[in-house]
């Protein structure tokens, strides 16, 4: 009887346990039918976000290509015939808009060249014109004077055929600083250098450059405009304003023949930084004004929005992978410590 019992119990036992078998493997197979949508969304998503990437990393490359190595292996674009014979080029007689004026004279470009200091125009005029034998001429001007100057320039360039506008000419900050230390003339110079110039001298020479439906308008941004850059805060407004004003000019003015460029280099070995002893060294990662000028004109034509040179576009695209927090943190770390040397190199 005992033994009965006991196949019996094991009898029940081995029942419940198939049944329960069974009742997992159901439920396993109803959990498994219902994930399996579930991973193949999620495997159709991956599948398009590596493409995405892929196709990025493609794109990319052919621009990186196409903007800063094909044009120095093929031949050179003659800008005379392509934009005009004469170039205006605004903060010409040091760094990037000397380099810059000396460039386009190599391609054979007339030059003039716009700055306040007459004894360094005239210098570099001489300079240009008996390095690459074009004609030059000058215009003496301060922009920081605001809006009296203009007609005198409208004036000047009234009769000449202007192909090029390189609105170059831009000031900083005597040193990174806050927003509330700047004084109102450092403010007003700012927005007279660093915006109206653009915006007048563009004005100025696109109506001739529509008229014979051909020309070029070079604007000098910054590529603090790529994420907000505190203590440099009215010096990187004013450049974003120049690389809006650049981008939407050219898809305003295209259909018409003009090609509009906003140029966003990072850091060159300019007089401009010489506050600090940190950045202004030469570095792998700053170029010269002529290294960088040289660059740069190789792109014009090609890109709308560029650094300008492939050192400062590798630079550019790391910039953009940063959080905005991120850069601004950096940025502000990096300031203040510019800042404590300028103080302390003025303290001496």
């Known amino acids: 009887m005992s033994a009965l019992r006991f196949f019996g119990i094991s009898a029940v036992g081995l029942v419940m346990t198939m049944a329960a078998v069974d009742r997992f493997s159901l439920l396993y197979r109803e959990i498994s039918r219902s994930c399996s949508f579930y991973i193949e969304a999620l495997a159709i998503v991956g599948a398009w976000y590596t493409v995405r990437k892929v196709v990025s990393l493609a794109l990319g490359t052919y621009s990186a290509l196409r903007l800063h190595v094909i044009p120095k292996l093929s031949g050179e674009v003659d800008l005379v015939k392509k934009y005009g014979k004469w170039a205006v080029v605004t903060g010409s007689t040091d760094g990037i808009g000397k380099a810059y004026a ?12 716009v700055s306040r200091s007459k004894e360094k125009l005239e210098a570099v005029s ?9 004609e030059t001429d000058f215009i003496v001007a301060d922009f920081s004077k605001g809006r009296e100057l203009y007609p005198a320039i409208k004036e000047a360039l009234k009769d000449r055929e202007i192909g090029i506008l ?3 000419v831009g000031i900083f900050y005597a040193y990174t600083d806050y927003f509330t230390n700047l004084s109102e003339d450092t403010l007003w110079d700012l927005i007279h250098v660093n915006i109206a110039s653009a915006t007048m001298m563009t004005h100025i020479v696109l109506p001739g450059m529509v008229k014979k439906k051909k020309g070029a308008i070079v604007n000098l941004s910054s590529a603090v405009c790529c994420q907000p850059t505190p203590m440099s805060t009215v010096y990187g407004a004013s450049k974003s304003y120049l690389d809006y004003f650049s981008r939407a000019l050219h898809y305003e003015y295209a259909s018409k023949g003009i090609f509009v460029q906003s140029l966003t280099p990072f850091i060159t070995t300019t007089k401009m930084l010489l506050f600090s002893s940190t950045i202004s060294k030469r570095s792998v990662f700053f170029p010269t004004p002529e290294e960088y000028a040289s660059h740069a004109v190789s792109t014009l ?9 492939w050192k400062h576009a590798i630079q550019w695209t790391l910039g953009e992978c940063l959080p905005e927090w991120m850069w601004a943190w950096f940025a502000l770390y990096l300031s203040r410590i510019l800042r404590k040397q300028a103080l302390a190199a003025k303290a001496k």
């Open 102 to 113: 000396e460039v386009l004279a190599k391609h054979g470009v007339n030059v003039i060249l």
């Open 301 to 309: 034509g090609l890109s709308i929005r560029t650094t300008g040179c």
């Open 166 to 168: 390189v609105n170059n």
């Open 126 to 134: 001489r300079s240009i014109s008996e390095t690459y034998k074009v």
